[in-house]
């Protein structure tokens, strides 16, 4: 009998403990780091340098695609586990803008490497300067889009994790916290998909779509500009890089594979040639 | 002293990955042109039969990096594996398809040996005794020409179709084979990867469809995809979609076409406001027509277009539909 209540009363304490726990977990807050890079806006029209090295650089810009969604993801997060959402780039002064659109859509600080020279660093030097200007801080979660659209390496996410001695997971759809970490998806090729589980802290690279974009609200807009913002200088992480170990020789317009024709005329002459052609030569009507 | 090339083939679940052909190829056409030693590579647990068949192309000798740590595939395991053998058979070049799996490891491979990969390669030079990598950037709108600037080894992945699985030379006699068993520790593997799944069921075959009409973000709102399936109707053909369209939910999934999606060669790809990402090329770059219309005339999708219309497709699609009307009777 008395073993019976001991035991019984034993049950309870383990609930009440798990239960505990639970809540404990339940409540407890992520900090997540997301990495956003500033890139050409994709309808910009770009022209190459007198040297044929790089672009101009007087064309607009915007935030990288899956970064955006890498902050949206983030803000959905800390917004279910409560924490902090961090927002860094590296790039010149006008990469900030960058910073101030996440800082108005909900992220805590940020944080700018401010230097023209984190321009055309290969994707080993972008993460190495990343990760010492975070050298202080712990994050629960890092999020990098999965790729750029200028230099598209698909790589800085990855080399970010290493260098950290984070586990990482990649292309990812969806992220859920549990116990243990998390429980993540990832894409695959084809349609297909995997569900990974991992511990903390851990570095994600997002892909675009994994979620829906808010949008900057007025006063997101006006509390933005009070929020931290921390600068780091080049020299400040030169210590940490290194030479770029890829070197771009030369950049160039593709060549044409095809001998593409090009139809030209007002709308309704173009409708009738290109019918012409459907007909005659690709035979389909 | 003769260099080696490695390339790493793909297997998954016991089964060789065909775009290993392609990067065999590139390999191949690299040693052509430098000289050096071509050996391969397959990593993983029992896949030694994958091995017999790379063994027939035209290699020096493949290799079986073996454990049983390494199935299911997780980055932690393959990236010391990898590390592991090329500390005993050091190369001056490790070549890979540029495949989710590879995108999800190299990286950390690269950077564990403190080098680098030249990521999703098109094309290979080898110019006054250097070699240069060609790369798509800017989505495709350039190209650059990329050379190593370390010590190496340099890992280098090539995108999908960048070398033709059809033209690697068979070796006269079969390769030599050797298993090279590799350590992994005990709690080495962070992740756990669970089986892989196609998501949702397919309601249709775009792959059997012999007209395509795919609608881009040109389109700008969900409301005017009707005017692109009107355009569809009147050809007598299917509706699809880049990605970003089905991401927005515009169009169900089973529409998107691209590397993450379907792939299809229809008789006529029509393609409205599409830019040409390569993510979505390598899905219907094999049809035997290709229409864009777009208003960029510097567009991607222009380099592998047949007839090309420059110009905003809200005024060519609707007098489009008419003549297309008209032409049917
Ligand atoms: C790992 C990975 C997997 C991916 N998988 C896929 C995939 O399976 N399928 C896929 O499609 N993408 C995929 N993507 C995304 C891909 O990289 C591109 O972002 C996407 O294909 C772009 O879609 P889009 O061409 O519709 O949009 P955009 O690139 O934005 O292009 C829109 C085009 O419309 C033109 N346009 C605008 N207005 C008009 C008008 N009024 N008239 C005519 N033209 C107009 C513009 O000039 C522009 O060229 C993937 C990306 C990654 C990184
Ligand atoms: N200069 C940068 N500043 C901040 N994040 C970056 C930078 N470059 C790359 N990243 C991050 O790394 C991801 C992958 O970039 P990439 O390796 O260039 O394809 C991007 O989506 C960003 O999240």
Redesign the interface.
Known sequence: MVTALSAASAVVYTRLFRLCQLTLYGSQSVKILVCMKQVPQKDAPLKLNDAGTWIREDVSYEVNEPDAFALEEALRQKEKHSGEVVVITAGPARALQVLREALAKGADRAIHLEDDGFVGLDAYNTARAIAAAIKDEKFDLIFTGLQSDDYGYAQTGVILAQILGLPHATIIMQIEKTDAGIHVKRELEAGFFQFVDMPLPALLTIQSGINKLRYATLIGIKQAKTKPLRKVTLAEVQPAMGGNLQKIEKLYVPQKSKNTEFLEGPPAEVAKKLVEKLKNEVRVI | MAETILVIVEQREGKLNRVSWETIAAGQAIAAQTGWTLEAAVVGSGVTAIAGEVAAKKLAKVYVVESARLEPYT??AF?HALEEFLGKHPAKLVLMPH??QV??????L???LE??????VIGVKHEGGKL?FT????????????????SGPCFVTFQNGSFRADKVEAGGAAAPVETVNVDIPDGLV???????????KQAVDLTQA??IVSVGRGIKEQKNIDLAKQLADA?GGELAAS??I??NGWLP??RQIG?????VAP??YLALGI?GAIQHLVGMKGS??I?AINK?S?A?I??????????NLF??V???I???K???G
């Open positions: 980055p932690d990236a495949t989710y995108r999800d490891f190299v990286p950390k690269a950077t564990s080098t680098t990969a030249i990521s999703d240069l790369r798509q950037m800017f989505q495709g709108k350039f190209v650059a020409d990329v050379s190593f600037a370390g962070r992740n756990q990867p669970q089986p892989v799944f196609k998501e949702a012999e007209i050809l990605r970003p089905c991401d999934m089973d590397s993450s999606g379907q792939t008789k006529l830019s035997r027509s229409v960029d510097e991607p222009f380099e592998i277009a047949d007839y090309a219309v420059v110009g005024d060519i609707p007098p489009l008419e003549e297309v008209k032409a049917k």
